[in-house]
């Protein structure tokens, strides 16, 4: 019986089936249970047997000896009918036990036929038990080499994707954590459609995964289509509900059905209900009507909008859509874009209206590379016609016009090229780049991306710039070229006082090193330098000032006198830029020559002084005897002295007529001395011009007479008078009618003329005689100085040179026009300014 009771106890305890190794069902369980109980029943029958023979009237000896042989006796009978009733009974119990394991084991085989119909697997883990027993149709999961490993079911990686194994993870710790049930979905890796069940049963953790299909599958896939859905419409009216703008769905009648907060707020309704109960509208009724009209012929409707909230009007960009059998819609505000987009109007404008102004062409393309933006003076600058700039071409439009007509640089790979230009629509930074076109211009291209999208072309014409680069790289050049070939001396002190340039001449000068020049000294390192030559220390000063003063910047001229016996000059000359120019000029073979012509003039000068004093002298000593002779000429000719012989009277005439001209010439060497001297004063007055032409006429109407020369006058009878000395005026005119006279030939005519303008009065006096060579021209108003030219004319060479100081001394001026074999005329111009001739008089 124990055998049997030990059995009975495995069959409870173990989790392993009695018959063919299979889990014991709850059927079994509780037979055992019960067979345990019997048990327990007979023992307790066989002690109260043992209890009742205790009662039996012995002395105690004896019931001693008794009990002792009877309790011997009694437990054998006992233990010998225990024992056989435990033997039937056991044998009973076998048998009834035997025929409900078969029972089971029917219901058993039964239950997993039905179980197993359709392919699925089973997987439990008994109460604390870490290993799982795994049963079904492993092919359902798992490949056939795998399938002989059942445990790799429970890597659920190895047949599901990443995410849903991860689920499966999760789902099965949280089942075997605290009995959490669930239910998923999944496609294996095969294809196949599964459902996982999870649950917690008799304290087993047990999954069943299945295939799903047919009604099942279809069931499955409609409910969870419906959770989804149901999930969906909550998130989306939670979010419809929590946005910030009127949001609302409607009825095919029009009636609203949904509402957000914001939309009650905005239509100014109590709360979300009486919107909706009451049909609170948000739009005027025109914009319902087109709403509506919108939603019905295109089902949908976009606009923006004006709506007032809380008395405040606001622009909303309305969206709505005809959806299912209503429709729904949303306001969203719209009032600061709109600000901002009018705001970026106009600021776009004032940029289009700037770039219009600018010199520069400017080109924007959009993301689509089509031209969005073009200004005047790319157009100018490209030639590009107006009607074709304004149809939006592309940019490998633009380009390939204008490389058909040759007006950008030829390429010899042009579809590379323009690819490579092309790149700006991909790149993040500006580039630049220079176009040398085929008509020699130079084009200055930037290519800016716009954060748009798209590119911006700027277009410089700066073929001017790098003329003048090239001019003022020339000019550099000549510069530093005629600096180094100068025989003065340069150096260029910036406004720091440093030297910035010098010449070879300027080193050699002052013997200085190149290599110490080219490390910009500052002026006092300099001055260091050059002060074993000169040591003058205001010269320096004045120098040093000149190149580091800031205000009163003026050029300095010095004149150095070295140790060496060399003069410079030097020159210390602002430039614009605040820098300072110093120039050594080696003067002193001008200085020396300077210093002998100086002596030389200063000898001349005495000599002419000389000269003067002694004309000057030797005519008033002469005059005073010629004085007296004339005087005895005229009392001998005069017939109250008594009666000449004719030979003593021709011989009286020859002495009074060179007396006459040698007092002439004279009285002509004293007035010229007097000029020089700045001692002649004019005595002006009014001057009748033609009563002054007759009175110079008059005194050469004997020499007239005897060469058969006439004189004709030509002046205006009411020319009238003007403001000179006049005695000196007649003898201007004397003076050129004597000399026309000495040139003039015989039997010709002499011109006197004389005209009025408006600030002057000219007398000119004509001959016809041999001119005068052009060699003598300027020499003819020189002291004594006088050439016959083949003529009659013989003199001192007085006159000429006394009409031009006589008419300079008036302010005017003497013109003498002479063809050689035509005649001369010269001609004397007085000013009618009167303040001119007392200027020139002083």
């Known amino acids: ?373 073009y200004n005047d003076s790319y157009r100018r600058l490209w030639g590009l016609d107006q009607t074709f700039l304004d149809s939006n071409p592309d940019d490998s439009s633009v380009l390939d016009r204008l490389r058909a007509t040759r007006k950008i640089p030829e390429q010899p790979d042009f579809r590379q090229w323009k690819a490579k230009l092309h790149e700006a629509y991909r790149a993040v930074e500006p580039a630049k780049d220079v176009w040398y076109l085929p008509d020699g211009r130079a084009v200055s291209v930037a290519t800016t991306p716009n954060p748009e999208g798209g590119v911006t072309y700027i277009f410089d014409d700066v073929s001017e710039r790098y003329n003048l680069a090239r001019q003022y790289d020339g000019l550099i050049r000549v510069q530093r070229e005629t600096l180094d070939n100068l025989a003065e001396a340069v150096a260029v002190f910036g406004s720091d006082g440093r030297a910035s340039l010098f010449n070879p001449t300027f080193v050699k000068m002052w013997k200085l090193s190149p290599e110490a020049m080219q490390q910009r000294p500052h002026i006092d390192t300099v001055e260091g330098w050059c002060r074993p030559l000169f040591d003058d220390a205001a010269a320096w000063q004045r120098i040093r000032s000149a190149v580091t003063a800031i205000d009163d910047r003026r050029p300095v001229p010095l004149n150095l006198e070295r140790r060496d016996g060399s003069v410079l000059d030097c020159m210390a000359m602002p430039l614009p830029d605040g820098a300072t120019m110093l120039t050594f000029q080696d003067v002193t073979d001008t200085v020396n020559v300077e210093r002998a012509l100086r002596e030389r003039n200063e000898a001349l000068e005495a000599a002419d002084q000389m000269k003067v004093d002694f004309v000057h002298h030797v005519s008033y000593e002469l005059r005073s005897p010629l004085t007296t002779i004339i005087g005895f000429a005229h009392f001998l000719s005069d017939p109250a002295t008594g009666p000449l012989t004719q030979k003593q009277d021709e011989y009286l005439g020859y002495i009074t007529s060179s007396t006459n001209a040698l007092l002439a010439i004279i009285n002509n060497i004293l007035d010229l001395a007097t000029i020089d001297a700045g001692a002649m004063t004019l005595n002006l007055g009014p001057v009748d011009i033609r009563k002054a032409i007759e009175s110079a006429a008059e005194g050469i109407q004997d020499r007239l007479a005897r060469d058969h020369i006439r004189l004709a006058i030509d002046a205006a009878p009411g020319i009238g008078s003007f403001v000179a000395d006049e005695r000196r005026v007649v003898q201007v005119l004397y003076n050129l009618l004597a000399n026309s006279v000495g040139f003039a030939p015989q039997d010709s005519t002499i011109t006197i003329a004389a005209r009025r303008s408006d600030d002057r009065i000219s007398f000119s006096v004509t001959d016809s005689g041999p001119g005068i060579p052009p060699d003598v021209r300027d020499k003819v108003f020189d002291w004594f100085e006088s050439h016959a030219n083949g003529s009659r004319h013989r003199g001192a060479g007085l006159g000429l040179s006394l009409v031009r100081s006589f008419v300079e001394l008036h302010g005017g001026r003497v013109r003498v026009d002479s063809v050689v074999g035509n005649g001369t005329v010269v001609t004397c111009d007085f000013p009618l300014d009167q303040v001119a001739q007392r200027t020139a008089a002083e």
């Open 1 to 373: 019986m124990s055998g049997v009771v030990r059995a009975i106890r495995r069959t409870w305890m173990s989790g392993t089936s009695l018959v063919r190794g299979r889990a014991p069902s709850y059927a079994v369980r509780a037979l055992a249970a019960f067979t345990l109980a019997g048990l327990t029943e007979a023992h307790a029958e066989t002690a109260l047997g043992e209890q009742v023979d205790s009662f039996l009237g012995l002395t105690q000896q004896e019931l001693a000896a008794l009990a002792l042989t009877l309790g011997v006796l009694g437990f054998s009978v006992v233990a010998t009918i225990a024992l056989m009733r435990t033997r039937l009974q056991a044998a009973k119990v076998e048998k009834r036990l035997r025929a409900d394991v078969r029972a089971l084991q029917g219901d058993n085989d039964r239950l997993r036929a039905l179980l197993f119909t359709e392919p699925q697997v089973l997987i439990s883990w008994p109460a604390a038990a870490s290993r799982p027993e795994i049963s079904g149709d492993l092919a359902l999961l798992l490949p056939p080499a795998a399938q002989q490993q059942p445990q790799r079911v429970l890597a659920f990686g190895t047949w599901l994707a990443p995410d849903p194994a991860l689920r499966m993870d999760r789902a099965v710790d949280a089942l075997r954590a605290d009995g959490t049930p669930f239910a998923l979905h999944f496609a294996t890796s095969a294809g196949r459609a599964v459902e996982a069940i999870g649950r917690a049963i008799g304290g087993q953790a047990i999954i069943r995964i299945r295939e799903l299909g047919g009604v099942r599958r279809e069931l499955a896939e409609t409910t969870q289509r419906y959770k989804n859905l149901q999930e969906e419409t909550e998130i989306l009216r939670g979010f419809a509900a929590a946005l910030p703008w009127p949001v609302w769905a409607r009825r095919a009648d029009g009636s609203l059905v949904f509402a957000n907060a914001a939309y009650a707020h905005a239509a100014e309704a109590a709360d979300i209900s009486e919107a909706v109960v009451r049909n609170v509208e948000l739009l005027d009724s025109g914009d319902r009507q087109d709403m509506a009209r919108a939603l019905t012929e295109t089902g949908r409707f976009a606009a923006r909008l004006p709506i007032v909230i809380s008395g405040e009007r606001r622009i909303f960009d309305v969206r709505a859509f005809a959806v299912g059998g209503g429709s729904a819609g949303a306001a969203i505000d719209a009032s600061e874009a709109a600000a901002l987009k009018a705001a970026l109007t106009r600021m776009a404008e004032d940029h289009r209206r700037t770039l219009d102004q600018l010199s520069s062409g400017v080109a924007v393309f959009d993301a689509r590379r089509r031209l969005a933006f």
